[in-house]
């Protein structure tokens, strides 16, 4: 793709953008992390869509992924974590999906995932570690021998070699690097040249973008761009990086949005509920995904209170005293 | 006079008296965010508190409820993101101490958090690794948290998620680690530490009321309990800070005592 720095090109709705960007089988890296800046408008969007047999791939995620998981989008999965705090300690459907023996998972790390993005964002073919050492997260393998090898999935979980450097035989884990069709991430703010901004903590959103083939950013504003370059520092990813950019005000809800929003303690709560029950689960997606057009009818659903009560407190970036019981 | 108290109160303040002033913690999500944040109010005002999130010292005004809760990004001396954190966890010029919880624990303390059951087809799933794996491969010392009960302490865990002291004796150095190794259990009954020669579990610490033979009873593998003391009760002032200040809505600490 030719680098585009005009977003006229690139501003999209989330059904455009998962019409042209996100496809059957694709390889999708979730940015975020558990109850934070998960791509909730995107996830919602795919669902509605019907993508199916898609590789999810990120370190430790929640919302979005059991989302995906719980509307049969997903088929393999490579993760360290799926969880949301306190909210599900493990991921509900996800948790239900692999027990049933529904999707593949190949576990990792936290650094093993960071650092295999980081691979693929540095264009390395591998990268070492050295973590995990006999431990069961290197020692079995999720995906069989015969997926290994084929299409998008490496011809090995990781493989243990001596360090060529060191005189002694000290072992290093070498971890293939990933490539991702699409990475989905949500910022804050995105300037009119398509610049992104992440505020709060990054987690590993810049690396799993600069991993991608294509990138959806979706975000709570669009600003002039010469407000993002008075302040360079501050700034993510550059524009030429970034396929779609999609305005979503509350795109990360029920998760949170630092300075924007915090997580929604009752919407989650809520989804815990019903997350345990099949029926209950379908009745959900009927409700809160096909039964919303598209983001505005789902913010008009959530209700002025809840985002009222979850507003983040602009020196803090969280709602201070929110009931989070 | 003795204070009435709950056994998540207790491990929270036992773990918490295992920090020292100017320790670096890796915290993770639950009890051992109480315990890093009382020990700073208490006795370890100049300990660090990061996140492998990427968080780096945050006031903690509000308990967060996860890594990855924006409570952790406020009145931080920076934000990052993971490949910053990791490095600090494994820095060699830093002492990182950090805390996790599992579903099942083994003699030498390697931990599982990932399955019960076959890892194809799991009776039970838990989160994975997370970051788990990491901090029990790069930390200088790992606290971990665990519920004593015969199912969860095991001869040999399901899913070896964090390696400990693997097969004991210097079996952990000759797997490639260059440091750390679980240093203590804190549970719902007291403490266990690892023998400094064969790296084996055995009985440091139980809470007063609870007897070295209860400890037994609710662990699945032999124990030595000849080294057993009796921990301090919780002070009022560790109670107070506790219940007041560190997590009012009792989220983590959960219902409060009779």
Redesign the interface.
């Known amino acids: 793709m030719r680098a585009s720095i005009d977003l006229k090109d690139k501003l999209m709705s989330a059904e455009e953008a998962v019409r042209r960007f996100v496809k059957d089988g694709d390889m999708i890296a979730l940015g975020?992390?558990?109850?934070?800046r998960n791509t909730m408008v995107i996830a919602r969007e795919i669902i509605r869509q019907e993508r199916r047999e898609l590789h999810l791939v990120m370190?430790?995620n929640?919302q979005a992924m059991d989302l995906l998981v719980g509307a049969g989008a997903v088929s393999r999965l490579e993760?360290?974590?799926?969880?949301?705090?306190?909210?599900a300690?493990?991921?509900i459907r996800?948790?239900k999906a692999?027990?049933a023996?529904h999707v593949q998972v190949e576990?990792?790390?936290?650094?093993?995932m960071?650092l295999r993005f980081?691979a693929g964002a540095l264009n390395l073919p591998f990268i070492p570690s050295?973590?995990?050492?006999?431990?069961?997260?290197l020692?079995?393998q999720?995906f069989g021998p015969e997926v290994r090898g084929r299409g998008r999935i490496p011809s090995h979980k990781a493989v243990i070699t001596d360090n060529p450097f060191s005189p002694d035989r000290?072992?290093?884990v070498l971890l293939p690097a990933l490539t991702p069709d699409v990475a989905l991430i949500h910022a804050q703010l995105v300037g009119e040249d398509g610049t992104v901004r992440i505020k709060?903590?990054?987690?590993?959103?810049?690396?799993q973008a600069k991993a991608a083939s294509r990138v959806i950013v979706t975000c709570e504003e669009v600003v002039p761009s010469a407000f993002l370059r008075q302040d360079p520092d501050q700034n993510s990813l550059p524009p030429f990086l970034v396929d779609a950019v999609v305005q979503a005000p509350f795109g990360a809800h029920p998760t949170?949005c630092?300075y924007y929003y915090?997580?929604d303690p009752r919407h989650l709560n809520m989804y815990r509920q019903v997350a345990g029950d099949d029926n209950d689960f379908r009745t959900y997606l009927k409700e809160w995904v096909f039964g919303v057009a598209d983001h505005e009818a789902y913010l008009a659903k959530v209700g002025v209170s809840d985002l009222m009560r979850i507003k983040?407190n602009s020196s803090?970036?969280?709602a201070?005293g929110l009931?989070?019981? | 006079m003795a204070h009435a108290y709950t056994s998540k109160e207790m491990m929270a303040l036992t773990a918490g008296r295992l920090v020292n002033n100017g320790d670096v913690l890796f915290a993770g999500?639950?009890l051992s965010m109480l315990a890093a944040a009382v020990a700073k109010r208490i006795h370890a005002p100049q300990a660090v508190v990061f996140f492998?999130?990427?968080?780096i010292d945050p006031a903690l005004?509000?308990l967060p409820?996860?890594?990855?809760?924006?409570?952790?990004?406020?009145?931080t001396c920076m934000?990052?993101?993971?490949?910053d954190a990791?490095s600090l966890?494994?820095h060699r010029r830093l002492r990182t101490i950090a805390f996790l919880g599992a579903a099942q624990i083994d003699p030498f303390g390697n931990i599982n958090s990932?399955?019960l059951g076959d890892?194809?087809?799991?009776?039970?799933?838990?989160?994975?690794?997370?970051?788990?794996?990491?901090a029990?491969?790069?930390a200088f010392g790992v606290i971990l948290f665990m519920q004593q009960e015969k199912k969860r302490f095991v001869e040999k865990v399901d899913?070896?998620?964090?390696?400990g002291w693997?097969r004991g004796g210097d079996s952990r150095w000759e797997?490639?680690?260059?440091r750390g190794g679980p240093m203590a259990v804190v549970t719902n009954l007291g403490v266990m530490k690892f023998d400094e020669q064969s790296r084996r579990m055995y009985l440091a610490a139980c809470y007063p009321g609870v007897t070295p033979a209860q400890v037994a009873e609710n662990t699945g593998f032999a124990l030595d309990l000849t080294r057993a003391e009796e921990s301090l009760p919780p002070s009022e002032e560790e109670l107070t800070i506790l219940r007041r200040d560190v997590d009012p809505?009792r989220?983590?600490l959960g219902p409060a005592a009779e």
Do not use: W
Not at chain 1, 107 to 112: I, M
Not at chain 2, 65 to 75: E, H, N, Q, S, W
């Open positions: 975020g992390f558990t109850v934070n370190h430790s929640g993760l360290a974590y799926g969880g949301n705090g306190r909210f300690p493990t991921c996800f948790r692999v027990q023996g576990d990792y790390s936290n650094f093993h960071s980081l050295c973590s995990g050492f006999e431990s069961d997260v020692n079995q999720g000290e072992p290093v709060g903590l990054t987690f590993l959103d810049i690396e949170a630092h915090d997580y983040a803090l970036g969280y201070p009931d989070r019981r | 999500t639950g492998e999130t990427g968080g005004k509000e409820l996860a890594v990855g809760d924006p409570r952790v990004m406020a009145g934000n990052s993101g993971l490949i990791f966890l494994g990932t399955c890892y194809h087809r799991p009776k039970v799933r838990f989160p994975g690794s997370g970051g788990g794996c990491d029990a491969s790069l899913y070896l998620t964090s390696v693997l797997a490639g680690y260059k809505q989220l983590i």
